[in-house]
């Protein structure tokens, strides 16, 4: 069964501390994407990676990076934590090519409260 | 560029109540469209998809077709049950591009 892991389901972290989120994914999928959810904005994409070392910025980027050192784990870091970056965080996966284009693979997501 | 259009929630229905959530949708191309659904706590997970016109998607009792001359896919269900109470989100893909396009989601709530 194929399966995308998040380091942590809940995390509580302080204003200006450095928060690493890690994403596993076990499908040798090429793409790596995080997104947060937030109530009436729906899905919004923060980054993601279509192959080891390299990165695109979403519609989101600001207050946050990625690296993707192995195929199999995406982490997105927030430098420093500020308040409105509390949320929801999603990590997915996904094909470049065949019939799964598109079909995306989710974790169960990280709810990330900044105090 | 590409846009995803869902009905406003919450969706509120009684058990075996028939079920439509609506979605349509902007492309260039010919997209592959999707529907998510989102249970309590968790991620995503994909319902159902259709990669072509005409297409029917089904899954679990939930189907959807690909209609390109109203640019729809809706999602129905003949009988909702209070286990398919979640957040459904319809998605596309277009033009060979890996990255969808969601809609915001339409939270459905079934009472028993």
């Known amino acids: 069964d194929v399966k995308v892991t998040q380091s942590s389901r809940y995390l509580v972290k302080r204003t200006g501390e450095k928060v690493f989120l890690e994403c596993v994914q076990d499908m040798d999928h090429e793409n790596m994407f995080w997104y947060r959810q937030d109530p009436g904005l729906g899905l919004r994409l923060i980054y993601f990676s279509y192959d080891v070392k390299m990165k695109e910025k979403g519609d989101i980027p600001e207050g946050y990076s990625v690296s993707r050192e192995k195929k199999e784990r995406f982490s997105l870091i927030l430098e420093s934590a500020s308040t409105n970056q509390t949320s929801m965080y999603l990590c997915?996966?996904?094909?470049?090519?065949?019939?799964?284009?598109?079909?995306?693979?989710f974790g169960p997501g990280t709810r990330l409260t900044v105090l | 560029g590409n846009s995803v259009t869902q009905m406003e929630g919450p969706v509120t229905l009684s058990e075996e109540a028939f079920l439509t959530i609506n979605c349509t949708y902007t492309a260039t191309g010919y997209p592959s469209l999707f529907w998510y659904v989102q249970y309590p706590g968790e991620g995503l997970q994909l319902l159902l998809k259709a990669t072509k016109a005409d297409d029917k998607g089904s899954n679990k009792g939930f189907e959807a077709t690909y209609r390109k001359e109203t640019t729809s896919f809706h999602l129905e269900k003949g009988s909702v049950q209070v286990s398919d109470s979640a957040v459904y989100f319809c998605a596309l893909s277009s033009g060979g591009s890996y990255i969808p396009t969601f809609g915001r989601g339409t939270s459905l709530i079934v009472h028993p």
């Open positions: 997915a996966s996904s094909l470049t090519g065949g019939t799964g284009v598109g079909e995306q693979f």
